[in-house]
């Protein structure tokens, strides 16, 4: 096992969700001897966590951290969020609204936390990403100097202490760099960024081409296909990136390249098996109610349409998967569609738009 590097200053966390990813992420922040709390509606997933220091419905083989105290089902008091120095959000983008509207009188802004955001997705109804979602919620001076945490990272292999790297970004670098030194271990390398616009919107379209590789793998093809799938989608992400504003270099990091290569490639990825199970022939309401937890590209493919069709951008395989979602189109039919496309040339950025992200900068307060 990797030597454990010492925090010289010890935090007090309250991480929101209970989830695989909420909860492994708590017993890493444990692990560096940070004291923490984890939010859960559930009253059962409380007690039991409290009791066993086991979680009943994530990671369940795993032995958590004696020091991790569960709380809830109540909402947090104002008394303990104050009392705290860093809030992390490990819920669905769905859920990022109600939480943060409920947080928002229980905050001293006079000693505000290190906010820290670690989900991936679009809001469905509308289309927001989580930054603006915290702008309308506790207000633009919040949303600037929250920080975002993306990249490859399986909750399965970090409770492991698998070596894994992550990106994190804020729009105040200080505030970047607080969460990167919070999170920092030698199985654990954060590097920081002041792109959240680009990260958020590759955290949440890697899943859609995630759907897309389960497909093609689902269909019969194999090494090369997966490879193609990859890079075009790649390539799609970045058009799309670019043409809301983000910068095209933020799809080449960890939180662009390295989580694309992560979801497509491992048949353990949720969003890969509804892509498989689809390319075998099973319905997507079968899927759905068998699958066991959430596949966010499912939700994300349908905002994701709305966006392209707004920017004029050109994305055949997120459409593609769009239509099998929700048309009701048949994969073999609509992939044998998207490989008798003309050939086009391989790379063509947005040298124009970026209106969205202009929008929201100006929301924050940041406009030119």
């Known amino acids: 096992m ?10 007090k966390v309250l991480v929101f969700g209970a989830g ?30 409290n009791q066993y220091h086991r979680n009943p419905d994530a990671l369940q083989d795993h032995q958590f951290a004696q020091s991790i105290i569960a709380v809830g089902p109540e909402f947090p008091s104002a008394e303990l969020v104050r009392n705290m120095d860093v809030l992390l959000f490990a819920i669905p983008t769905e859920g990022v609204r109600e939480t943060l509207t409920a947080l928002k009188p229980t905050l001293d802004e006079a000693q505000l936390p290190l906010l820290i955001f670690v989900n991936k997705g679009i809001e469905i109804k509308t289309r927001a990403l989580t930054l603006e979602i915290i702008a309308d919620t506790c207000g633009p001076e919040i949303a600037r100097v929250a920080a975002f945490i993306s990249g490859p990272s399986f909750a ?7 070596p894994t790297s ?4 804020s729009l105040s670098p200080s ?3 607080q969460a990167s030194q919070l999170f920092h271990q030698p199985w654990f390398r954060c590097y920081t960024g002041d792109d959240p616009i680009g990260v958020e919107l590759a955290g949440a379209l890697k899943n859609v081409y995630a759907i897309a590789a389960g497909m093609a793998a689902g269909l019969g093809f194999e090494n090369n296909t997966r490879a193609m799938l ?3 989608g790649l390539a799609e992400m970045t058009r799309i990136g670019t043409a809301y504003g983000a910068s095209p270099l933020t799809f080449l990091t960890l939180a662009g390249v390295g989580d694309l290569f992560l979801t497509c490639s491992s048949s353990t990825s949720r969003n890969y098996t509804v892509g498989y199970r689809l390319g075998k022939g099973e319905k997507l309401d079968h899927i759905i109610k068998t699958l066991g937890s959430v596949a966010e590209g499912v939700t994300t493919a349908k905002g994701l349409k709305t966006i392209v069709d707004e920017l004029g951008v050109a994305a055949p395989i997120a459409s593609g998967v769009y239509d099998v979602l929700y048309e009701g189109r048949a994969v073999e039919e609509r992939a044998n569609e ?30 030119a």
């Open 2 to 11: 990797l030597p454990r590097q010492q925090c010289e200053n010890k935090s």
């Open 20 to 49: 695989n990813f909420g909860s492994c992420l708590a017993d890493h922040l444990a692990d560096s001897s940070h004291s923490i709390y984890m939010w859960s509606r559930s009253e059962k997933l409380v007690k039991h966590f």
């Open 156 to 162: 399965k292999e970090i409770v492991r202490r698998q």
């Open 166 to 169: 992550v990106s994190v970004v």
């Open 175 to 177: 505030h970047a760099e």
């Open 230 to 232: 990859i890079t075009r």
């Open 338 to 367: 998207l490989l008798s496309l003309p050939p086009i040339r391989e790379l063509d950025l947005s040298v124009e738009g970026g209106k969205p992200a202009k929008r929201l900068m100006e929301k924050l307060g940041l406009g």
